[in-house]
């Protein structure tokens, strides 16, 4: 039976995991409330401890007490009772209408408001809009004549555990559900032997940081006004590398909410403010656009003699012609571009919607020829098998609890260098020969663990006997040195498809494009690399035929 479904406080036992886990590593950091919520949750009645974590697992604070109903618990208003005692919990809540709305079901509003309210097919988004001028006071729940056997309980502890959540995870994109997976089986994480102590935040201003970023992006999420909300964006950079990159994404966020308003001298002070990759080539842009042609045209030679990566170089060689026209100056040299295999193929268009990289690789398929449909998944996945242990080194700064799927430094500027002996080890398997029996120990022995590079689902047993026996050493090796240089850039845009001639041991990658679709950037990037190094890749053009099919 599911260890899962045997435990019926299985949720109650991952939260108190949560708080140990946070006590033992940030004790220092704690607030007096945060601390001393950990020490009395303790205290309290299994079944008023259980009920809490049901509703801080759950989305929102406001809670219907018929909702609330749970076997092991029992009743809610007798383990509701510690909680409100404690004020954790607010069992008499006032309710704005909104509130109102999001808690009732329809024929309920309609028991509550009579006639008052606009017809019974009407959507209830246009049924607040009717009312929300007439009723502007917050109320309890029995005084909008509600079911009066219903309570309504208001969670007064979320921000406080929301904390709490992010010192465990160190983020607040991962919630309770990942142990809920875990617990299930459906996920299964790489064990990492790291340090007790070791943990994401180090200074209480740290995770206030954190939090006030986040909060920011909520705002802007959530409709508030850009220009309110970039005021308050700390204007100087984070000494917190980690913290750093948060603000400059955010940064580069509202400078591209700018530049779609066109509002070019907005988007580029933002942009100037902002180190995430691409955004100096985003000034250059907006200068262009707000016909600043000289400034513009300074930026980019600037950036063209230290660009910041292959996308920023690729981005500035295709401005600097058209800034040079504009100017009246010399143009450069046109570099003559690699020449690249195109195929065009006439097929019939299908009458039910098929992805046209399904229909080019059925029409390819051959019994001595299979093709797989892998776009961005198999070089990374070969590249993970290969590096695994380098991948999962447990460095410093790398990992802090066991749901990750990746080192937190990943996209850091020195993963790679604070690695390099272990990933040089690694590649140096592909001079050697080493690394077939190394790939399929660690397809075979590491099957299910979540990693950022392996799609477990793709990449079968048959797929890797062919890649393995038709990709040469050299190849693999081009490809992941390329990964390990710029690994959010160069995870993806390889190909569609990859087709394997076994008995010849030779292969093809394929990239499809439809009807009106062009090779996106960062393909482009590949398929120059790819050229450079005699890599047989292509690119077929679909054209439909008359008749559907």
Same mark, same amino acid.
Request: hydrophobic share 40%; with cysteine.
């Given at each position: 039976?599911?260890?899962?479904?045997?435990?019926?406080?299985?949720?109650?036992?991952?939260?108190?995991?949560?708080?140990?886990?946070?006590?033992?590593?940030?004790?220092?950091?704690?607030?007096?409330?945060?601390?001393?919520?950990?020490?009395?949750?303790?205290?309290?009645?299994?079944?008023?401890?259980?009920?809490?974590?049901?509703?801080?697992?759950?989305?929102?604070?406001?809670?219907?007490?018929?909702?609330?109903?749970?076997?092991?618990?029992?009743?809610?208003?007798?383990?509701?009772?510690?909680?409100?005692?404690?004020?954790?919990?607010?069992?008499?809540?006032?309710?704005?209408?909104?509130?109102?709305?999001?808690?009732?079901?329809?024929?309920?509003?309609?028991?509550?408001?009579?006639?008052?309210?606009?017809?019974?097919?009407?959507?209830?988004?246009?049924?607040?809009?009717?009312?929300?001028?007439?009723?502007?006071?917050?109320?309890?729940?029995?005084?909008?004549?509600?079911?009066?056997?219903?309570?309504?309980?208001?969670?007064?502890?979320?921000?406080?555990?929301?904390?709490?959540?992010?010192?465990?995870?160190?983020?607040?994109?991962?919630?309770?559900?990942?142990?809920?997976?875990?617990?299930?089986?459906?996920?299964?994480?790489?064990?990492?032997?790291?340090?007790?102590?070791?943990?994401?935040?180090?200074?209480?201003?740290?995770?206030?940081?954190?939090?006030?970023?986040?909060?920011?992006?909520?705002?802007?999420?959530?409709?508030?006004?850009?220009?309110?909300?970039?005021?308050?964006?700390?204007?100087?950079?984070?000494?917190?590398?980690?913290? *750093? &990159?948060?603000?400059?994404? /955010? =940064?580069?966020?509202? %400078? #591209?909410?700018?530049?779609? $308003? +066109?509002?070019?001298?907005?988007?580029?002070?933002?942009?100037?403010?902002?180190?995430?990759?691409?955004?100096?080539?985003?000034?250059?842009?907006?200068?262009?656009?707000?016909?600043?042609?000289?400034?513009?045209?300074?930026?980019?030679?600037?950036?063209?003699?230290?660009?910041?990566?292959?996308?920023?170089?690729?981005?500035? *060689? &295709?401005?600097?012609?058209? /800034? =040079?026209?504009?100017? %009246? #100056?010399?143009?450069?040299? $046109? +570099?003559?571009?690699?020449?690249?295999?195109?195929?065009?193929?006439?097929?019939?268009?299908?009458?039910?919607?098929?992805?046209?990289?399904?229909?080019?690789?059925?029409?390819?398929?051959?019994?001595?020829?299979?093709?797989?449909?892998?776009?961005?998944?198999?070089?990374?996945?070969?590249?993970?098998?290969?590096?695994?242990?380098?991948?999962?080194?447990?460095?410093?700064?790398?990992?802090?609890?066991?749901?990750?799927?990746?080192?937190?430094?990943?996209?850091?500027?020195?993963?790679?260098?604070?690695?390099?002996?272990?990933?040089?080890?690694?590649?140096?398997?592909?001079?050697?020969?080493?690394?077939?029996?190394?790939?399929?120990?660690?397809?075979?022995?590491?099957?299910?663990?979540?990693?950022?590079?392996?799609?477990?689902?793709?990449?079968?047993?048959?797929?890797?006997?062919?890649?393995?026996?038709?990709?040469?050493?050299?190849?693999?090796?081009?490809?992941?040195?390329?990964?390990?240089?710029?690994?959010?850039?160069?995870?993806?845009?390889?190909?569609?498809?990859?087709?394997?001639?076994?008995?010849?041991?030779?292969?093809?990658?394929?990239?499809?494009?439809?009807?009106?679709?062009?090779?996106?950037?960062?393909?482009?990037?590949?398929?120059?690399?790819?050229?450079?190094?005699?890599?047989?890749?292509?690119?077929?053009?679909?054209?439909?035929?008359?008749?559907?099919?």
């Amino acid at each position: 039976m599911n260890p899962v479904l045997e435990n019926r406080y299985y949720y109650l036992d991952n939260f108190e995991m949560v708080l140990r886990w946070v006590s033992q590593r940030y004790d220092d950091l704690l607030a007096s409330n945060e601390r001393d919520f950990i020490g009395r949750f303790q205290e309290l009645p299994r079944a008023s401890r259980a009920l809490l974590v049901r509703m801080i697992m759950r989305k929102g604070t406001l809670f219907r007490s018929s909702k609330l109903r749970y076997d092991e618990i029992g009743s809610t208003a007798v383990a509701a009772r510690a909680l409100v005692e404690q004020g954790w919990l607010n069992d008499s809540p006032a309710l704005t209408l909104e509130q109102l709305f999001g808690l009732l079901t329809k024929a309920e509003l309609g028991r509550a408001f009579g006639t008052e309210l606009c017809g019974q097919h009407t959507r209830k988004d246009a049924q607040y809009l009717a009312l929300k001028e007439r009723y502007t006071e917050a109320l309890p729940i029995h005084a909008w004549h509600a079911a009066p056997t219903d309570h309504v309980y208001e969670l007064l502890v979320m921000p406080l555990c929301e904390r709490l959540r992010l010192m465990f995870f160190g983020n607040l994109h991962q919630d309770w559900s990942e142990f809920v997976l875990a617990d299930l089986g459906l996920y299964v994480y790489e064990k990492v032997e790291f340090p007790a102590t070791s943990r994401i935040f180090h200074s209480r201003q740290d995770i206030d940081d954190y939090l006030y970023l986040h909060d920011c992006g909520d705002r802007f999420r959530a409709g508030e006004d850009a220009g309110l909300v970039v005021q308050d964006i700390p204007p100087a950079p984070y000494q917190n590398e980690w913290l *750093e &990159r948060r603000r400059a994404k /955010l =940064l580069f966020q509202f %400078g #591209r909410h700018y530049e779609q $308003r +066109r509002d070019w001298s907005g988007a580029h002070a933002l942009y100037a403010q902002s180190a995430q990759a691409g955004a100096r080539s985003r000034r250059v842009r907006v200068l262009e656009l707000s016909e600043q042609f000289e400034s513009a045209l300074q930026l980019a030679q600037a950036a063209l003699q230290e660009p910041e990566n292959e996308a920023e170089k690729q981005q500035i *060689e &295709r401005t600097l012609p058209r /800034l =040079l026209r504009k100017l %009246g #100056r010399p143009l450069p040299a $046109r +570099r003559s571009a690699p020449a690249m295999s195109k195929q065009v193929l006439s097929l019939p268009k299908p009458a039910a919607f098929t992805c046209v990289e399904e229909l080019v690789r059925k029409y390819l398929q051959q019994s001595y020829s299979p093709v797989y449909y892998v776009e961005n998944t198999l070089v990374n996945a070969l590249f993970g098998l290969l590096c695994w242990d380098a991948i999962f080194a447990a460095l410093p700064g790398a990992f802090f609890h066991p749901f990750q799927r990746t080192p937190a430094d990943l996209h850091s500027i020195d993963f790679y260098s604070r690695r390099k002996e272990l990933f040089d080890s690694c590649l140096a398997q592909l001079d050697s020969g080493a690394y077939r029996n190394t790939i399929v120990h660690n397809h075979e022995r590491k099957a299910g663990i979540q990693s950022g590079f392996v799609a477990w689902g793709i990449m079968t047993d048959q797929l890797l006997d062919h890649a393995l026996a038709c990709i040469p050493a050299s190849h693999l090796k081009k490809w992941f040195e390329r990964i390990l240089l710029d690994i959010p850039a160069h995870r993806s845009g390889f190909p569609d498809l990859v087709q394997f001639w076994p008995l010849e041991k030779r292969y093809r990658m394929i990239e499809v494009k439809g009807p009106g679709d062009r090779l996106q950037d960062n393909q482009l990037r590949w398929f120059d690399y790819c050229a450079q190094h005699d890599m047989p890749v292509e690119v077929c053009h679909v054209q439909w035929a008359e008749e559907p099919v």
